[in-house]
C-alpha cells in the first residue's frame, strides 16, 4: 500500500491495479476536532459527488470511474491511472467537463486505456 496524496478533503492509496479514495484524517483543518470533522465530511461529500458523475452517460470516457463505493461512499475504488508528467500542458483535446471540476488543472489528470481521464472531478 502506498499513500498517494494526502489532500485537503480525501487521501488516494494505490494498491497494485486500483486508486482508493477515501475521507482525509489528517490535514490542517482549522477549529481543532470540529474542523477535522468538517474535513472528513467534505471529503465523504466529494466521493458521493464523484460516485454519481462517475456514472453521468456525457461523462463517460472523460472521468475516471468508480468502480465499487463501500459504506456510503467513504471508501471509493477506482482504476488506477498513469499519472501526466509535472510540466505537462493540457493539450487541444483534453477531455471537457461540462460543469468542470472546481479544480481543473494537470494534477488532476491521467491516463486509462490509452485516453486521457479526470481524476479528481467532484463538482
Not at 456510503?72 to 509535472?86: A, T
Request: aromatic share 8%; proline share 11%; charged share 20%.
Amino acid at each position: 500500500m502506498k499513500v498517494v496524496r494526502c489532500g485537503v478533503t480525501r487521501t488516494v492509496i494505490l494498491v497494485g491495479r486500483y486508486a482508493v479514495k477515501v475521507p482525509t484524517l489528517r490535514g490542517v483543518h482549522p477549529g481543532g476536532p470540529r474542523g477535522r470533522l468538517a474535513g472528513v465530511a467534505r471529503g465523504l461529500l466529494a466521493n458521493q459527488s464523484e460516485a454519481l458523475w462517475s456514472t453521468y452517460e456525457p461523462f463517460q470516457g472523460l472521468v475516471a470511474p468508480v468502480l465499487r463505493s463501500w459504506l456510503g461512499s467513504l471508501v471509493q475504488v477506482y482504476p488506477r491511472c498513469v499519472p501526466v508528467p509535472d510540466a505537462f500542458d493540457l493539450p487541444a483535446g483534453a477531455p471537457v467537463l461540462d460543469p468542470s471540476p472546481g479544480d481543473s488543472k494537470p494534477d488532476n489528470l491521467g491516463w486509462l486505456d490509452g485516453r486521457l481521464v479526470w481524476l479528481d472531478y467532484e463538482m
